[in-house]
């Protein structure tokens, strides 16, 4: 464990702007450096900052937006840590009673005719449609609860895509991908990855209808019908521009200014000291040999 001189070196270290630009230059998002800072930041009430940084810095290298966010970057790696810090019980409450119901339900969401038989097409067809509604109702309902946290990282990610393009075209699908590509179809196609306890079984049937569900529900998401890639889902196209604007309401609301009014922080059950430790722990293993046999104060030293 750390002593409070080193504690305070490593803090002096990480708060400055320039190890988060080094960090991003170097490309380094090692869920075992990066996860401990997103937690001690979180706690701290000093990750935003952070992220407006990381923010500029993935502005000034990638042009096409287009393709913002679609990879992984530290900027990328630290909102979608912070997103599973922040947001772990915001999910639960939203996801997962969802998740359990479709797992326990004798029902099957499989509309490619060539997995299924063709007389249970309209069937299935309509189950999804009709768990699919669920799910962004259930969604849209949920803005108001999302933390107060979280909105503000949205808020950000809009305000600053569209001073930076001049233009709000982008801005909702840079939201809608840590939201919804990187946050919640992630958590519908694995729930155990994202610490969702679900009492159903987990079979197979049970993660092809939620494939099937995560698909409609990114699309509708990014705002666009499915295509040649996938012709069986065409028939979907009418639900998912039907659900589009419910959506595009839902993603306006929670990064809109007004959530930032008497905005409280999150507050994670957590060792600081230790979080700091673990992060200095990954850098020992991770340099060379001499490096790693020195004293942690002399490392420290040469950090700088």
Same mark, same amino acid.
């Given at each position: 464990?750390?002593?409070?001189?080193?504690?305070?070196?490593?803090?002096?270290?990480?708060?400055?702007?320039?190890?988060?630009?080094?960090?991003?230059?170097?490309?380094?998002?090692?869920?075992?450096?990066?996860?401990?800072?997103?937690?001690?930041?979180t706690n701290e009430n000093k990750i935003?900052?952070?992220?407006?940084?990381?923010?500029?810095? /993935?502005?000034?290298?990638?042009?096409?937006?287009?393709?913002?966010?679609?990879?992984?970057?530290?900027?990328?790696?630290?909102?979608?840590?912070?997103?599973?810090?922040?947001?772990?019980?915001?999910?639960?409450?939203?996801?997962?009673?969802?998740?359990?119901?479709?797992?326990?339900?004798?029902?099957?969401?499989?509309?490619?005719?060539?997995?299924?038989?063709?007389?249970?097409?309209?069937?299935?067809?309509?189950?999804?449609?009709?768990?699919?509604?669920?799910?962004?109702?259930?969604i849209y309902k949920c803005a108001n609860?999302?933390?107060?946290?979280?909105?503000?990282?949205?808020?950000?990610?809009?305000?600053?895509? /569209?001073?930076?393009?001049?233009?709000?075209?982008?801005?909702?699908?840079?939201?809608?991908?840590?939201?919804?590509?990187?946050?919640?179809?992630?958590?519908?196609?694995?729930?155990?990855?994202?610490?969702?306890?679900?009492?159903?079984?987990?079979?197979?049937?049970?993660?092809?209808?939620?494939?099937?569900?995560?698909?409609?529900?990114?699309?509708?998401?990014?705002?666009?019908?499915?295509? /040649?890639?996938?012709?069986?889902?065409?028939?979907?196209?009418?639900?998912?521009?039907?659900?589009?604007?419910?959506?595009?309401?839902?993603?306006?609301?929670?990064?809109?200014?007004?959530?930032?009014?008497?905005?409280?922080?999150?507050?994670?059950?957590?060792?600081?000291?230790?979080?700091?430790?673990?992060?200095?722990?990954?850098?020992?293993?991770?340099?060379?040999e001499a490096s790693f046999n020195k004293?942690?104060?002399?490392?420290? /030293?040469?950090?700088?």
């Amino acid at each position: 464990m750390l002593n409070d001189r080193q504690k305070n070196k490593i803090k002096s270290i990480i708060e400055e702007r320039d190890f988060w630009i080094s960090l991003y230059e170097a490309n380094n998002f090692k869920r075992a450096l990066v996860l401990p800072l997103v937690r001690y930041f979180t706690n701290e009430n000093k990750i935003i900052p952070i992220i407006d940084d990381l923010l500029d810095c /993935e502005l000034e290298k990638n042009h096409d937006p287009k393709v913002l966010f679609r990879g992984n970057s530290v900027t990328t790696k630290v909102i979608d840590y912070y997103l599973s810090t922040a947001g772990s019980d915001y999910l639960k409450e939203m996801i997962q009673p969802f998740i359990d119901k479709v797992c326990k339900t004798a029902v099957s969401f499989e509309i490619n005719p060539q997995l299924c038989s063709q007389s249970n097409l309209d069937e299935n067809k309509k189950q999804l449609e009709v768990f699919g509604m669920e799910l962004i109702t259930k969604i849209y309902k949920c803005a108001n609860s999302m933390p107060d946290s979280l909105k503000k990282l949205f808020y950000l990610i809009r305000t600053k895509i /569209e001073s930076h393009y001049c233009t709000s075209q982008y801005s909702h699908i840079s939201v809608t991908c840590f939201l919804f590509l990187r946050f919640f179809c992630p958590a519908i196609l694995n729930p155990q990855l994202h610490s969702l306890r679900i009492k159903a079984s987990l079979n197979r049937y049970c993660f092809r209808n939620l494939t099937v569900l995560a698909k409609v529900l990114q699309n509708i998401a990014n705002g666009v019908c499915f295509g /040649e890639k996938e012709l069986y889902m065409v028939v979907m196209n009418n639900f998912v521009a039907t659900c589009i604007p419910k959506i595009l309401a839902f993603v306006r609301k929670v990064s809109s200014v007004d959530h930032l009014i008497n905005m409280t922080s999150t507050k994670l059950d957590i060792d600081c000291t230790l979080e700091l430790s673990l992060f200095v722990s990954h850098l020992l293993q991770n340099v060379n040999e001499a490096s790693f046999n020195k004293d942690l104060d002399e490392f420290l /030293e040469n950090m700088t």
